[in-house]
């Protein structure tokens, strides 16, 4: 058997060839921009997508207040748990005829509120802050109205209620800015 000779190995020097790395790049959809602008490095990138997009940028001092609003939450429902008469007292400004099974109930609410407020703290992701904001905002509107009904009913009208609406208020303006900012879309840099 004759051997054939093989031919001479020339390697092609792709990577300094131009047009052939424009076709390969073409062909790998890299290198080109997206509908968003942003253009990909390579096609592992453009799969991953881009994590800089996907960082949060917190407003200042929302990891403070939602601390602080985990706080309050989980020291208002332990009052209530414990101590339902004299929360009813201090807000009411008279003693609690009934049982006191409603400010318990109250409570046990609240502390479910906190624990959503104490998974809001730790957690990065936008959504979850959001909703965490969401809910403390639809918390502190209902409790502003359900307060100022009752003390219609009553027809009392106390310094601590007063206080306690004005805080409602408050409470419930800045976590809607905190909302507000919190789903605004980044400028591009």
Sequence with gaps: MASKPHPSLMKKHSQTDLISRLKSRKILGVGGEDDEGEVHRSKISQMLGNEIKFTVREPIGLRMW??????????????????????????????????????????????????????????????????????EACYFAVQFLVTSFTLIEVGALSNAAVLLLLSRVFFMVVTITYYYHLGRKPKKI
């Excluded at 101590?83 to 609240?110: D, K």
């Design 66 to 135: 939602i601390l602080v609003s985990a706080v309050g939450f989980t020291t208002m429902a332990l009052m209530a748990l414990v101590f339902p008469n004299q929360l009813y007292e201090l807000v009411f400004e008279e003693e609690l005829s009934n049982t006191s099974l409603s400010v318990r109930l109250y409570g046990g609410a609240l502390l479910s509120l906190a624990l959503i407020m104490w998974n809001g703290l730790y957690t990065a992701e936008k959504v979850i802050i959001q909703w965490t904001l969401l809910s």
